[in-house]
């Protein structure tokens, strides 16, 4: 079955740091961009981050910017978020979403989401 | 790029066309998705290119516009349509997404 399953949420206090997966299944992994949205209670869709098939390509909104890292591991199909000085704005659930064509690095909208993992950042 | 919906808020009922609206607040091309998001689950691709059809998508559903104005079109409004929809421009890696569009039931 073509899935993403994300895992790795949870209680963080303020400050701290929280490291997320995605774990990718039914498809060839390494030849898709993959990104992180995420969405605030009662708030829209954000995206996040973005890295390329290669890792050439990697992308952040300025709201996570020097604070969150993105990377992948392909022999594990594996996509993973690094968060770091997390605050209570970070406080979301986080999905991961590939990238509509494979093969390439050009952005592309998101074609397969996970379920996603819920992060709260509270003392 | 900020992108911008209306309404924020939209009410009707099963049969109905509804049409909602996203602008860009600069030239995208085509580089435009519809998304729609039910409560608990994951969003769903519905358009992208601002008019293409995304797979198992139901032909109820239509994208068009180019540039800064874009349009999605529901024909005729199903039960499972009620959802918020989001538009998304991919011009650049900035995937900026609009602030959503509630689809109520009337």
């Known amino acids: 079955e073509v899935q993403l399953v994300e895992s790795g949420g949870g209680l963080v206090k303020p400050g701290g740091s929280l490291r997320l997966s995605c774990a990718a299944s039914?498809?060839?992994?390494?030849?898709?961009?993959m990104n992180w949205v995420r969405q605030a209670p009662g708030k829209g869709l954000e995206w996040v981050s973005f890295?390329?098939?290669?890792?050439?390509?990697?992308y952040y909104a300025d709201s996570v910017r020097g604070r969150f890292t993105i990377s992948r591991d392909d022999a594990n199909t594996s996509l993973y978020l690094q968060m770091t000085r997390l605050g209570a704005e970070d406080t979301a659930v986080y999905y991961c979403?590939?990238?509509?064509?494979?093969?390439?690095?050009?952005?592309?909208?998101?074609?397969?989401w996970g379920q996603g993992t819920l992060v709260t950042v509270s003392s | 790029i900020q992108m911008t919906q209306s309404p924020s808020t939209l009410s009707a009922s099963v049969g109905d066309r509804v049409s909602i609206t996203c602008r860009a607040s600069?030239?995208?091309?085509?580089?435009l998705a519809w998304y729609q998001h039910k409560p608990g689950k994951a969003p769903k691709l519905l358009i992208y290119?601002?008019?293409s059809l995304q797979s198992g998508v139901p032909s109820t559903f239509s994208g068009s516009g180019l540039g800064t104005e874009f349009t999605l079109t529901i024909s005729s409004l199903q039960p499972d349509d009620f959802a918020t929809y989001y538009c998304?421009?991919?011009?650049?890696?900035?995937?900026?997404f609009g602030q959503g569009t509630k689809l109520e039931i009337k």
């Open positions: 979403a590939r990238g509509l064509v494979s093969g390439t690095t050009t952005p592309s909208p998101f074609d397969l």
């Open positions: 290119q601002a008019s």
């Open positions: 600069q030239n995208i091309g085509y580089w």
């Open positions: 890295i390329s098939s290669t890792t050439d390509y990697i």
């Open positions: 998304q421009h991919y011009n650049t890696y900035t995937y900026t």
């Open positions: 039914g498809f060839t992994f390494n030849t898709y961009s």
